[in-house]
């Protein structure tokens, strides 16, 4: 199968499962504002990697907890999920679906936050020299 066409399959994946979960009536999706960042479905289109993440200004400690409650709310879902994806999509197999916290929003936070301590480090013992540095 060509790449171009699993790459399509998992954009409609992840647009339909945007849809779905609106529908989705575990309080432990929708009291979050859970996200579809991806999918990666398998070559042979058996299995899907459903990649999500979450809306929510809640402190870092308790991002994995709420991480595991949507994750357990869209395993309880599966099936609900898995079905509405057969209605909505035209494949020969509907993929049996895996969900995956992604954090990489969170990584990349984290990666600005030590790069700004960085920076004012720098400017810190730049103006204890003397601010003649060149460069």
């Known amino acids: 199968m060509g790449k171009y066409r699993l790459q399509r399959i ?13 529908g989705v009536k575990d309080p432990r999706v929708t009291s979050y504002m859970t996200v579809v960042t991806g999918c990666d479905v398998s070559p042979d289109l ?3 990697k459903i990649y999500f993440s979450f809306l929510d200004p ?3 400690e308790d991002a994995a907890e709420i991480r595991e409650q949507i994750k357990s709310g869209l395993v ?3 099936g609900f999920i898995r079905r509405e994806l057969a209605v909505s ?7 049996e679906l895996t969900f995956i916290a992604d ?3 969170e990584y ?3 990666v600005d936050e030590v790069l700004r301590k960085i920076k004012e480090e720098d400017e ?3 103006e204890r020299n003397g601010g003649d540095e060149n460069g």
């Open 108 to 110: 990349g936070s984290h």
């Open 46 to 48: 058996k299995y899907a």
């Open 103 to 105: 954090t990489s929003a």
């Open 124 to 126: 810190a013992r730049g």
């Open 10 to 22: 998992n954009d409609e994946i992840t647009k339909e499962m945007a849809r779905i979960l609106r």
């Open 58 to 60: 809640a402190s870092p």
């Open 76 to 78: 309880s879902a599966k």
């Open 89 to 95: 999509l035209n494949l020969r197999i509907t993929p």
